[in-house]
């Protein structure tokens, strides 16, 4: 079936509420509103909309989450912006931190056909340079289960797994650290007082070195069974 036509707006928001909730918990109004950084009164309306055309539901007094339809529509969306992303990567020669932004603006134009085209130039990729699953064009996500670096117990063997690819500046320190995807790290005794973990990476574990909190929570983690 032939998916419809959505506007750019339309598509942030599903983008957005999947994200949110894709936890298992509705995405409220204020989560929305901090996320695409507009009025909560804007999302009420936006809301109202979206609900009337089936693509998300109300939860009494928790928020909203979204429809089969909706969920379809945001893993198109999601599927497209993780593509441009990993070809901007490996064909392009970009930067993964600024990968993020050129994909948020290409994302809506471009056609599943083309989308399509990229993924088998590419070999068909299961995820983007961040770590993050690729949805299939049949409408399939790998589901994960992952905790953050700033959540990880001293001595925890740990593989990264993804990366929050939104902070460019972020990525940048990620990068020169060797944090990123496939990176197997053991957590050390926390450094400083202001949260920092403490870390050894596996190819060099006689060096401990701190990872900012703002950095760690954006780090994502699953033990290391290798």
């Keep these: ?18 994200g949110l909730s894709n936890g298992g918990d509705p995405a409220s109004t204020s989560a929305i509103a901090e996320h695409l950084d507009i009025q909560p009164a804007s999302v009420t309306g936006m809301i109202k909309r979206l609900a009337e055309s089936g ?3 109300h939860v009494p007094y928790k928020g909203v989450r979204l429809t089969e339809p909706g969920t379809r529509e945001a893993l198109r969306v999601l599927r497209r912006h993780r593509i441009i992303e990993t070809y901007l990567c490996e064909r392009l020669a970009f930067a993964w931190e600024d990968v ?8 809506h134009a471009a056609s599943d ?7 088998q130039a590419l070999g068909y990729p299961s995820h983007d ?8 064009s049949a409408g399939d996500i790998e ?3 992952v905790a953050t670096l700033a959540e990880a117990p001293e001595g925890a063997r740990l593989r990264v797994r993804a990366v929050r ?22 957590v050390r005794p926390p450094v400083g007082r202001d949260g920092a973990v ?3 990476l596996a190819d060099n574990a006689s060096e401990t070195r701190s990872v900012d909190a703002d950095i760690a929570r954006n780090i994502y983690v699953v033990p290391d069974e290798s």
């Design 1 to 18: 079936m032939t998916s419809r036509a959505l506007s750019r707006s339309v598509e942030d928001y599903l983008k957005a509420i999947y």
């Design 55 to 57: 693509l998300l539901e």
């Design 100 to 107: 993020h932004e050129e994909a948020e603006r290409l994302e």
């Design 113 to 119: 056909k083309l989308i399509d085209q990229m993924a």
């Design 129 to 136: 340079p961040h770590g993050a699953p690729i949805p299939t």
């Design 143 to 145: 589901l994960t289960d």
């Design 165 to 186: 690819d939104q902070d460019a500046a972020h990525l940048k320190s990620m990068a020169a650290e060797g944090l990123v995807p496939g990176a197997r790290i053991l």
């Design 198 to 200: 403490g870390i050894s």
